[in-house]
C-alpha cells in the first residue's frame, strides 16, 4: 500500500511558477513509475507527466509545450513538479498518483495506476 501527498498548490499569477511536490509513504517507492494528473472544472481527468521507477524515463501532455518538469528523489521518497510559465488553462486540481510495483504500461492511461492522492488546488490568475 501506498500512500501520497501532494503540497506546494496555490494562487499564482500568469506566467509565474510553481512547485508541486508528492510525498510518498513504505519502504518500497522505487518500485513505483510515478504519474501527476490534474482536473479542471467540468472536465475530466487528464495526464500531464510520469516518470519511471528510476526517474531514466518522462513522459508528458504534448499541450504543456514544455513547461513542467518531473523530477524524483527515491531516497525521500517524493517525485516533484516543476510547473513555469502558468497560465489560467493551467487551473485546476493536481493529482500524485502512483503505479503498481515493478508494472509500467501505459504512463497516460489513469487506469493504469493504483494510488492516488488528495490533490492539490492550482489556481493561475490572469
Known amino acids: 500500500q501506498v500512500q501520497l501527498v501532494e503540497s506546494g498548490g496555490g494562487l499564482v499569477q500568469a506566467g509565474g511558477s510553481l512547485r508541486l511536490s508528492c510525498a510518498a509513504s513504505?519502504?518500497?517507492?522505487?518500485?513505483?513509475?510515478m504519474g501527476w494528473f490534474r482536473q479542471a472544472p467540468g472536465k475530466e481527468r487528464e495526464f500531464v507527466a510520469a516518470?519511471?521507477?528510476?526517474?531514466?524515463?518522462?513522459d508528458y501532455a504534448e499541450s504543456l509545450n514544455d513547461r513542467f518538469i518531473i523530477s524524483r528523489d527515491n531516497a525521500k521518497n517524493t517525485v516533484h513538479l516543476q510547473m513555469d510559465s502558468l497560465n489560467p488553462e493551467d487551473t485546476a486540481v493536481y493529482y500524485c498518483?502512483?503505479?503498481?510495483?515493478?508494472?509500467?504500461?501505459?504512463?497516460?492511461?489513469?487506469?493504469?495506476?493504483?494510488?492516488w492522492g488528495q490533490g492539490t488546488q492550482v489556481t493561475v490568475s490572469s
Open positions: 498518483a502512483a503505479k503498481r510495483a515493478y508494472y509500467s504500461g501505459n504512463y497516460r492511461d489513469l487506469e493504469t495506476y493504483a494510488y
Open positions: 513504505g519502504r518500497t517507492f522505487s518500485s513505483h513509475a
Open positions: 516518470i519511471s521507477r528510476l526517474g531514466g524515463t518522462t
